[in-house]
């Protein structure tokens, strides 16, 4: 296949993935469960040319012209294996590459032919290497397909998804219970509304133009969203959310969270947050959580965040830190001394991804280790040069008998 052409020979042989049922093969023009149309992407630009992965090894680039043509070649491949389909089924199709709105009347040929094939597992990721404004991006039909209503989960990833386009597909797919909507530029102000829904997981992150955000949804159980910046989002109804993993990394506050999340955070079992700004509210109880993730650039100003948000969680089993960077550390010591650890005896599990064996973290991982009285385990990945080896050692004796593993 041409499409494949600009590829390094050991990566030349992929072809789709097709998942096959009871042993058959596709040759054989029986039920295939699901296609994976994806090849190595190029993956950087410059000055309107393109290197791709063989290409980064040679110095060499590519046009924007050639990448067209790789385009078309994958849309002739897709086509083909599509229309050549013999199944009365398609459980899965996930496509991904550089497409958009200029191959709108293909992408929708397939969709047809998914839905009507009664597809439940949709997934379209079609990046850019070059800027691309809004009204470029492939536009997710707007369009009541045959088949529809077997759509259990759907991916969208690089997609244009207007609000109108979001409602038309929570009103049209009772079965759907995943939706994820990944740099969607048409999102404004999103709702998931409906008392019959069926979702139990919704992922919204990366969509830049989005200024608020409803939910009411009777049977959705987690929850995330990634953004720059903070939104104001009012989830009026979602008994059943238990797992909430958020961040915005230009102005978060746990505090603007916890306004926005007061009723709901006593049922949140599992929370996984990026702290890249210090800020120390009085935090409620987290009666249910059980599983525990931050991220973070440094712990040096958030040893008493950390801190407070753990001992605010006397029921947590797991707990794990990833800190991104190291531009400055600072002792945490004398704060973080000044009051003794408070005993959890749930806490089994702890990883700490970034371990550098500087003071402040030290200090983090002692503190953890006094009041982790029955800790099971702790996990550390990082640089761990001999001395932080010994060191982390040293550390263990605080809480003898558990397992130490270093990565």
């Known amino acids: 296949m041409g499409i494949l052409s600009f590829l390094p020979p050991e990566e030349a042989v992929l072809k789709p993935v097709f998942f096959l049922i009871d042993g058959n093969s596709f040759g054989n023009h029986l039920p295939v469960s699901g296609f994976n149309f994806r090849v190595p992407l190029p993956v950087c630009c410059r000055g309107g040319h393109v290197k791709n992965l063989k290409d980064l090894r040679d110095g060499k680039y590519m046009t924007v012209e050639d990448m067209k043509s790789e385009c078309s070649k994958f849309v002739e491949w897709v086509n083909n294996v599509m229309i050549s389909h013999q199944g009365s089924t398609i459980d899965e199709l996930r496509v991904r590459f550089y497409l958009d709105k200029d191959s709108q009347r293909y992408i929708d040929k397939w969709i ?3 839905m009507g094939k009664q597809v439940k597992k949709l997934e379209l990721d079609f990046p850019s ?6 009204n ?3 536009p997710f039909p707007k369009e009541c397909f045959p088949g529809i209503e077997f759509l259990t ?3 969208l990833v690089n997609v244009g998804v207007s609000d109108e386009v979001m409602e038309f597909v929570l009103s049209n797919c009772p079965m759907l219970e995943t939706l994820h909507l990944k740099n969607s530029p048409l999102l404004i102000h999103p709702k ?3 008392s019959s829904l069926r979702l139990k997981h919704l992922n919204i992150s990366h969509s830049e133009s989005i200024q608020t955000i409803e939910i009411s949804a009777p049977n959705l159980v987690s929850f995330e969203y990634h953004k720059l910046r903070k939104v104001p989002f009012h989830i009026w109804y979602a008994p059943k959310l238990t797992e909430l993993d958020y961040s915005n990394w230009l102005d978060f506050n746990i505090a603007y969270l916890v306004s926005q999340l007061c009723n709901y955070l006593p049922q949140l079992v599992t ?3 990026s702290l890249f700004l210090m800020d120390l509210p009085r935090f409620p109880k987290f009666t249910s959580l059980r599983n525990l993730t931050c991220i973070t650039a440094s712990i040096d100003s958030r040893l008493l965040l950390l801190k407070s948000l753990i001992e605010a969680s006397p029921l947590l089993h797991k707990f794990k830190l990833l800190i991104k960077d190291h531009k400055e550390f600072k002792s945490g010591i004398e704060e973080v001394g000044k009051e003794e650890a408070q005993p959890n005896k749930y806490l089994k599990e702890v990883e700490i991804v970034g371990f550098l064996g500087q003071p402040v973290e030290v200090e983090f991982v002692t503190y953890l280790l006094k009041m982790a009285i029955k800790l099971e385990k702790i996990v550390i990945h990082g640089k761990l040069e001999r001395i932080t080896q ?3 050692h040293q550390l263990m004796k605080n809480r ?3 397992e130490l593993v270093l990565l």
């Open 112 to 114: 047809e032919i998914a």
């Open 129 to 134: 290497l070059l800027h691309r404004p809004s």
């Open 136 to 138: 470029a991006y492939y």
């Open 153 to 155: 989960s759907l991916c």
């Open 192 to 194: 998931v509304s409906c």
């Open 271 to 273: 929370l996984r947050l």
């Open 390 to 392: 010994n060191l982390a």
């Open 400 to 402: 003898p008998g558990a």
